[in-house]
């Protein structure tokens, strides 16, 4: 089976190509710059020994979508798009979706009616619809939603303390993304931990440029950190995460901040880059080896907040088999895991330092009572996952 993953941004679109039998990635790439006076496109196969690097001019979604077309046919990947079995789109926000869904005229309804949620996301990951519907009409296409692995959340924890005919008339509530990967990484667990899913009490911790924690209770998720958008919660590259809402009309009142000028200075000038000039951990790091005090505060302002959220998920959890560590940080820096995990013991976790520099799958001590995991997360892979299996239940196999 052939599956085609499809992550439509307002300006780019990247794809990879999988063999599922094989769990293979034949081919995969990005279109940059859709709809600037120049694009640029980079691609690449199996077969491929460099990718192919390219500037041309791409007026629109549909035209990447010829492009990554007339690639995968040159190079004779396969035939054309309406080869494929499959596309799987990455769509940001999905609302109530429990789940993934076959794309139809009704989806497309409710994935525009929560434009007003992801005005940056809905409307991009939509065009890449229509363009890849253009493209490829008998083809099965499947929305899978960042959204929906948190859906099993219960009322208590979704529910926002404002009145509540409000929060219903206006959809807000917690609603938790990243959901792909720590739906990935919750399986890829239980698989390392040798127990059904369903039998499963995790913490997860997705650490990328954007981060958020999980609570996951018997295999479903029953807490997250990041709510109505992806700005609450931990700690991240160039977001603030938790504050005090009184912060914005401080803001307002004394600085004469627009709504607007708030809004992107919490998710563009803060975290990290906020605190230390820079968003990159990599830098972080860097710069508190040079001595700079502003470095090491937002290394440690990054580092509690995530402890802070495992302790209060493991109040949730009762008990916990594991915490996961994922994303480009999770996966890659032993010093936030080890600051992370330092104290713990008391909760029954410990760290083996020579494990956890070497980035090893378990990297507790002998005497942790939990099992501690570096999983590195696969979202374009549980895209296609989720989209095969909803094509053979609905037997649309072609
Ligand atoms: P995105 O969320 O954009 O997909 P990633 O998951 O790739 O981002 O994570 C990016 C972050 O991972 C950056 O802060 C980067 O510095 C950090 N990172 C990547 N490699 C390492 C490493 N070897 N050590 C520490 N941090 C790393």
Do not use: W
């Amino acid at each position: 089976m052939k599956i085609l993953v499809l992550n439509s941004g307002s300006s780019s679109i990247k794809f990879q190509l999988f063999s599922m039998k094989e769990r293979k990635v034949l081919a995969s790439g990005l279109i940059e710059q859709i709809g600037e006076p120049m694009g640029k496109i980079k691609l690449n196969s199996a077969q491929l020994k460099e990718p192919v690097t390219q500037k041309v001019v791409i007026p629109n979604h549909e035209h990447g979508i010829e492009i990554i077309s007339s690639f995968l046919i040159d190079n004779k990947i396969i035939k054309g798009l309406d080869a494929l079995d499959g596309i799987g789109h990455r769509v940001v926000h999905g609302g109530a979706f429990k789940e993934s869904q076959l794309i139809d005229d009704g989806i497309m309804q409710e994935i525009n009616k929560y434009i007003p949620l992801a005005p940056l996301h809905n409307p991009a990951n939509i065009s890449g619809i229509k363009a890849a519907e253009t493209e490829a009409p008998h083809v099965p296409q499947v929305a899978v939603f960042d959204t929906a692995f948190h859906q099993t959340m219960p009322p208590h924890a979704y529910t926002y303390a404002l009145p509540y005919d409000l929060c219903e008339k206006l959809h807000i509530r917690r609603y938790g993304f990243h959901g792909t990967s720590h739906g990935y990484i919750a399986e890829e667990a239980a698989k390392v931990l040798k127990k059904p899913l369903s039998k499963c009490n995790l913490i997860t911790l997705h650490l990328g440029g954007g981060a958020s924690a999980a609570a996951i209770k018997n295999g479903k998720c029953v807490d997250t950190s990041m709510g109505l958008s992806p700005l609450e919660g931990l700690v991240m590259g160039t977001r603030s995460g938790d504050l005090d809402p009184a912060i914005v009309f401080y803001l307002e009142r004394v600085e004469k901040l627009k709504p607007h000028e708030i809004d992107m200075l919490l998710n563009k000038q803060s975290g990290l880059k906020g605190i230390c000039g820079t968003n990159d951990l990599r830098e972080v790091e860097a710069k508190i080896r040079e001595g700079c005090e502003r470095a090491k505060l937002a290394f440690d302002m990054f580092c509690y907040r995530i402890k802070k959220y495992i302790g209060s998920y493991y109040a949730v959890l009762g008990r916990v088999d594991a915490i996961v560590f994922t994303g480009g940080i999770g996966e890659n820096s032993a010093s936030v895991r080890a600051q992370v995990c330092e104290g713990l013991s008391h909760f029954g976790i410990t760290l083996d330092t020579k494990r956890n520099a070497a980035n090893a799958t378990h990297i507790q001590s002998s005497k942790s009572e939990v099992e501690v995991l570096v999983i590195p997360t696969n979202e374009e892979f549980e895209i296609a996952k989720l989209t095969q299996h909803l094509i053979n239940e609905k037997h649309l196999k072609r």
